[in-house]
């Protein structure tokens, strides 16, 4: 694959990373494209002027969005929190491709809006559902959008090599340890999520109850 038409074809996608197109992110999209194996309307969040854009660009026919992807929006979304729900399982966290939301385990979660592209993809892992997009004012020109388009391309990649560093890191690490069946540690994550995201319930159902009713005890198991 040509290297420099891959990076022409990135340039031109709006890096939501959302993975809509049917890929990964927008880099595999772009090499999917300069390698004939995937058509130039496959993108939701870049529309229509997307398409005609990398259609002048490859010297071929636009065509009409493939909306079986998705369909694009006319306004400027964000991730938002409550803040009242959130139980800071950190299951959005893993999920955010360019490390758009902040905090940790039992901590309250908050979204970064300068940095968050609305790819929607923390909102199904949530097990609260207290994650929703709303739209935001946006008064940019194509500058300020190519600028924001190349700052979350910057982040994701980062978010890539320290995925990749933290698996390494990983394998290295579990050389030292005994073999454990594949079955069994997929079965041990299961049940750690399931009790993270059940502790966390419980926690802020307490929270919510002492606010509630202030003057009743605590009980032990509700102590944070």
């Not at 990964?24 to 854009?53: F, L, R, T």
């Not at 360019?98 to 970064?112: E, F, M, P, R």
């Amino acid at each position: 694959m040509n290297p420099l038409l891959i990076e022409e074809i990135d340039a031109l996608l709006p890096q939501t990373q959302c993975g809509k197109c049917g890929f990964p992110g927008c880099k595999p999209y772009a090499e999917a494209i300069a390698a004939g194996s995937a058509d130039i309307n496959q993108c939701p969040p870049g529309g229509q002027e997307g398409i005609e854009k990398l259609a002048r660009l490859l010297g071929v026919a636009s065509k009409p969005l493939n909306t079986s992807h998705g369909f694009p929006r006319f306004d400027k979304v964000v991730a938002w929190i409550d803040e009242q729900l959130c139980i800071g399982c950190t299951f959005c966290i893993r999920a955010c491709p360019v490390d758009a939301i902040a905090g940790s385990g039992k901590q309250l979660h908050t979204v970064i809006a300068a940095e968050c592209t609305g790819c929607e993809l923390c909102i199904a892992p949530c097990p609260m559902d207290c994650i929703s997009l709303v739209p935001i004012d946006e008064d940019k020109n194509d500058t300020d959008r190519k600028q924001a388009a190349d700052n979350a391309r910057a982040r994701h990649q980062f978010r890539l090599l320290r995925l990749e560093r933290e698996k390494r890191a990983g394998k290295t690490e579990s050389k030292h340890k005994p073999a454990v069946p594949a079955e069994k540690n997929l079965a041990s994550a299961d049940e750690r999520k399931r009790a993270i995201v059940q502790a966390a319930i419980q926690r802020a159902a307490a929270a919510r109850n002492r606010v509630n009713h202030p003057h009743s005890p605590v009980k032990p198991h509700e102590r944070s």
